[in-house]
């Protein structure tokens, strides 16, 4: 208890408390030492899961680990005119002379490619899975 008092007279001294902060913020900024973090590469699925093939063949949850064979499938949707003009010409593709210019003529006038996933309504948080329709206790 008395040492508390010291230190609180000295403080009240002019100029002490400043003295006070700067020794201490000095001797807080010695005694800690800042290490990098370590950068860690994030794993190749494909490449763990080929070399640890055999592990993954014999195990039970297998079905969890690896992507189900007919999750993706790709359609073709045509392309909706709302024009009744068409906003490129029809020649302007062989007329073009630049392969930028080309691109972006075969962008507008081709169709679009849809991928499709079968399960993506069971990907994301697991308390937003879809119900169950039928219930196998009943």
């Given at each position: 208890?008395?040492?508390?008092?010291?230190?609180?007279k000295?403080?009240?001294?002019?100029?002490?408390?400043?003295?006070?902060?700067?020794?201490?913020?000095?001797?807080?900024?010695?005694?800690?030492?800042?290490?990098k973090?370590k950068?860690?590469?994030?794993?190749?699925?494909?490449?763990?899961?080929?070399?640890?093939?055999?592990?993954?063949?014999?195990?039970?949850?297998r079905?969890?680990?690896?992507?189900?064979?007919?999750?993706?499938?790709?359609s073709?949707?045509s392309?909706?005119?709302?024009?009744?003009?068409?906003?490129?010409?029809?020649?302007?593709?062989?007329?073009?002379?630049?392969?930028?210019?080309k691109?972006?003529?075969k962008?507008?006038?081709?169709?679009w490619?849809?991928?499709?996933?079968?399960?993506e309504?069971?990907?994301?948080?697991?308390r937003?899975?879809?119900?169950?329709?039928?219930?196998?206790a009943?």
């Amino acid at each position: 208890m008395s040492e508390v008092r010291k230190f609180t007279k000295r403080l009240s001294k002019p100029g002490t408390a400043a003295e006070v902060r700067q020794s201490v913020s000095e001797a807080v900024r010695t005694s800690v030492i800042v290490e990098k973090p370590k950068i860690i590469e994030p794993l190749d699925y494909e490449a763990v899961v080929f070399q640890r093939k055999a592990q993954i063949h014999s195990d039970p949850h297998r079905d969890l680990l690896l992507c189900p064979v007919d999750d993706v499938s790709e359609s073709q949707v045509s392309r909706q005119r709302r024009t009744v003009v068409p906003t490129v010409p029809q020649n302007a593709e062989r007329e073009a002379r630049s392969l930028f210019a080309k691109e972006c003529i075969k962008m507008y006038n081709t169709d679009w490619h849809v991928i499709n996933y079968k399960y993506e309504a069971y990907s994301g948080d697991f308390r937003m899975l879809p119900s169950s329709k039928s219930d196998p206790a009943k």
